[in-house]
C-alpha cells in the first residue's frame, strides 16, 4: 500500500542554517505530494503542494521538488528561522481506492535556536 | 473564509463520563476526516466521510468510540465511556471532492480524561 516514510527528528538548527528534511515515498499511480506544519498549540496548515513530477512547490521560502525516479519530496530552506520551530509532516494523496485520503509521515520536528 | 471550527479547544472531565468533540467543516467541502494525535503514537487517521456518509472507519479504536455527521455542516466524535489512555488531541480536517486536494485542519480540541 501507499506510505510515507520521512527523517526521525528532532533536528535542531542555528538561525540562518540551511535546512533538509527527507520524505521518501511508496505508491501506486500518480499521487499528490504536500508539506504540512504544525506550530505549537495548532493544527495542520498546508506549507506547499505538488502534483506531478518534477514539479516545485514552494511557499514562505521553502522548496520541495516531486522526484518520481527516487520517490522523494525533500524539504529544504535555504535560512531557517526562529519562527520556523514546528513539527514538519509530508503526505501523499491516496489516489488509490480511498479518494480523498492523505498518508502521513510520522512527522519531523524542528527546532532553531536564536 | 472561515476554516475548519472545533469545539471545545479544550475537555477536561472524569473517566467513565461521556465526551462528544464538535467540527464544523468548510462551506463546500465533501471529505470530513476525524484525526487523534498523541506523542506517542502520532497522527492517527481515525474515520472520514464523503458527502456525510462514513466511508472508512477502520482507525476507530473501539466501540466507545462513535462519529455522525447528519448534515453537510456539522460532525461529532463521540467517546462513551471515556478512559485515560483517551487522552490526545483530536483533529477535525475537511477538503474539496475533487482528486488530491489538501485537507483543512481545525485547531483541534485538546481532551484529557482524568
Known amino acids: 500500500g501507499n506510505s510515507v516514510t520521512q527523517m526521525e527528528g528532532p533536528v535542531t538548527l542555528s538561525e540562518e542554517a540551511f535546512l533538509t528534511i527527507n520524505c521518501t515515498y511508496t505508491?501506486?499511480?500518480?499521487?499528490?505530494l504536500f508539506w504540512y506544519v504544525q506550530y505549537p498549540g495548532e493544527g495542520l496548515q498546508l506549507l506547499l503542494k505538488?502534483?506531478?513530477?518534477?514539479d516545485k512547490g514552494s511557499n514562505k521560502g521553502f522548496e520541495a521538488t516531486y522526484r518520481k525516479e527516487t520517490t522523494s519530496f525533500h524539504l529544504e530552506k535555504g535560512s531557517v528561522q526562529v519562527s520556523d520551530s514546528a513539527v514538519y509532516f509530508c503526505?501523499?494523496?491516496?489516489?488509490?481506492?480511498?479518494?480523498?485520503?492523505?498518508?502521513f509521515g510520522k512527522g519531523t520536528k524542528l527546532s532553531v535556536k536564536p | 473564509d472561515a476554516g475548519v471550527i472545533q469545539s471545545p479547544r479544550h475537555e477536561v472531565t472524569e473517566m467513565g463520563q461521556e465526551v462528544t468533540l464538535r467540527c464544523k467543516p468548510i462551506?463546500?467541502?465533501?471529505?470530513l476526516f476525524w484525526y487523534r494525535q498523541t506523542m506517542m503514537r502520532g497522527l492517527e487517521l481515525l474515520i472520514y466521510?464523503?458527502?456525510?456518509?462514513?466511508?472508512?472507519d477502520s482507525g476507530m479504536p473501539e466501540d466507545r468510540f462513535s462519529a455522525k455527521m447528519p448534515n453537510a455542516s456539522f460532525s461529532t466524535l463521540k467517546i462513551q465511556p471515556s478512559e485515560p489512555r483517551d487522552s490526545a488531541v483530536y483533529f477535525c480536517?475537511?477538503?474539496?471532492?475533487?482528486?488530491?486536494?489538501?485537507?483543512?485542519f481545525g485547531d483541534g480540541t485538546r481532551l484529557s480524561i482524568l
Open positions: 480536517a475537511s477538503s474539496r471532492q475533487a482528486p488530491n486536494q489538501p485537507q483543512h
Open positions: 466521510f464523503n458527502n456525510n456518509v462514513p466511508i472508512d
Open positions: 505538488a502534483t506531478k513530477a518534477d
Open positions: 462551506s463546500g467541502h465533501d471529505y
Open positions: 503526505a501523499l494523496s491516496d489516489s488509490g481506492g480511498s479518494q480523498g485520503n492523505l498518508i
Open positions: 505508491a501506486t499511480g500518480y499521487p499528490s
